[in-house]
């Protein structure tokens, strides 16, 4: 068994066809199905079941998956390990946000980092977070950089807090009246909401979950006006005055149009979530990766929660 049958066979089980695995390993088609034929004749089992589409793995297929990712991981945290040892500083960290956080975050985070590790590649990704937990579970990514409710996968993985952020509400200006403002400051009680039309990001995303789980405990159900991938969207649809949205206040560093928008702190201490630098337990973090992480919390942790404090 080498490392090569180990990165052919995953790759198909990741991507379940052969055409596309062939693609992402830069072999022709033919080539890898030969390669797997060769492989399944020498072991004596069937690794793939190809009479399901998309193909899918058997019993035996399963067992061999298990091992090889192990082994995988393993002879990824020697490389790791050796790296640092000799001070050869050179790989790819695969890491994974959110759209509009990849917008904002990254760009005041890597040229820092590129600074001390020239030689290290930052492969990012962006995507729902549902998404990205999934592809960190699976080694697909080392780092995902997301706010979280309350650590759900704790048993899985280190959840190292990089900065407090609160959450805003977005109208139009004059949208709230000053007799529906807390002390008539920039500041709403969360059942005001009920009354207001909703901009909203689409499922899968962390902070439609925030916001899901904000209707409930506050008892608030929102008219849903619309539904869309990005908070930054809905932040702009906010400031049409067709309706209200809750966003980060990353989102308004990114998406503030001017004069006609206001923002609101909901309530008194206001609402706020914690992003963190998300990792799975058994990951080695290297100098590099500990490097990014003590960046990413000296220049996240120096701004401000809000635009109103």
Known sequence: MDFRQLQYLTTVAKYRNVTKAADALYISQSALSHYIKNIEDELGVLIFDRSTTPISLT?????????????????????????????????????????????YMIPKL?????????????DVVSEKGQVLESMLKSGELDLVLLPSLDKEDESIFVYEKMYEEELLLVTKKGIIAKEDRIDGKH????????????????QGHVHRNYCDAFFRANKVRPEIKQVFRSNISCFRMAATGEGVTIVPFMTTQLAYPGEEV????????????????????????????????????????????????
Request: charged share 30%; hydrophobic share 35%.
């Open 187 to 202: 500041i709403v009680h969360p059942k005001l909401i009920n009354k207001l039309p909703f901009f909203l990001q689409e």
């Open 110 to 122: 890597l040229p820092a980092f590129y600074e001390k590790y020239p030689n290290i590649r930052i």
């Open 59 to 103: 019993e035996a297929g399963r067992c061999y998956m298990e091992s090889a990712q192990r082994i995988l991981s393993e002879n990824e945290r020697l490389m790791k390990e050796l790296r640092d040892i000799t001070n050869h500083m050179s790989g790819v960290l695969h890491i994974g946000t959110s759209n509009d956080r990849c917008a």
């Open 262 to 309: 206001e923002l609101f702190s909901i309530g008194n201490p206001p609402k706020t979530w914690n992003v963190y630098m998300i990792y799975r337990k058994e990951y080695y973090l290297g100098k590099p990766e500990k490097e990014l992480i003590a960046l990413a919390k000296e220049i996240f942790s120096k701004e401000r929660r809000s635009p109103l404090r």
